[in-house]
C-alpha cells in the first residue's frame, strides 16, 4: 500500500507539471499572437518612414550588386568612362555627388550618402566617390578605386579639393 500512495503523489505531481508546463505554453503562443498583430501591416496599406526607408535602402543596396554581376566588358567601359571623368572634369564628378547628397539618385542612395556624411572619421571624399561611381557611372567600386589610382597627384589633389567643396556645402545645408 505504501507504494499506491507514492505513485498517487507522483501521479498528481505529474498533473500538477504537465498543467503548469500547458499554461506556459499558452501564455507562449500568446504572446506570439500579440507580437503577430503587432507587426501586421497599417490597415491603410500605407508603409512606416522605417518600412520606407529600410525598403529604399535595400534597393540601393541591390544596384550595387548588381553592379558587381555585370558583364566584364560593361564594368571595363564604365569605368574607362568615369576614369575619364575623373581626369578631364573632377568638377562634374564633385557636382553629382551634390545630386546624390540632394537625392537625385533615389531616397535610399541618398541615405547612403548622408551615413557617409555624418561619419567624420572616414574618408568621405573616397566613400562618395565610389558611391557617385556606381550611381552615375554604374562602375563597381573595386573599379572606381582601380580608376582613382591611374589618377596622377595633380589630378587626385583637383578631385579631392571637388568633393571636398561639394561635402563642405552639403554640410553647410544641414
Not at 124 to 144: K, Y
Amino acid at each position: 500500500m505504501a507504494n499506491n500512495g507514492t505513485n498517487n503523489g507522483t501521479k498528481k505531481r505529474g498533473a500538477q507539471l504537465d498543467r503548469e508546463i500547458d499554461e506556459v505554453l499558452r501564455m507562449r503562443q500568446k504572446k506570439q499572437q500579440t507580437a503577430a498583430v503587432a507587426a501586421k501591416p497599417r490597415s491603410s496599406g500605407t508603409p512606416s518612414q522605417a518600412e520606407y526607408e529600410r525598403r529604399e535602402l535595400a534597393e540601393a543596396h541591390k544596384k550595387i550588386d548588381d553592379l558587381r554581376r555585370a558583364p566584364l566588358s560593361d564594368r571595363k567601359e564604365a569605368q574607362a568612362e568615369f576614369l575619364k571623368a575623373l581626369r578631364d572634369d573632377p568638377e562634374l564628378v564633385a557636382e553629382r555627388i551634390g545630386w546624390l547628397l540632394a537625392g537625385n539618385y533615389g531616397y535610399g542612395s541618398m541615405l547612403l550618402a548622408k551615413r557617409v556624411l555624418g561619419a567624420p572619421r572616414m574618408n568621405r571624399s573616397a566613400a562618395l566617390t565610389q558611391m557617385i561611381g556606381a550611381f552615375e557611372w554604374m562602375t563597381p567600386e573595386d573599379m572606381v578605386r582601380a580608376a582613382w589610382k591611374k589618377l596622377s597627384a595633380s589630378e587626385k589633389a583637383a578631385l579631392e579639393r571637388a568633393v571636398q567643396g561639394e561635402i563642405a556645402s552639403a554640410q553647410s545645408e544641414e
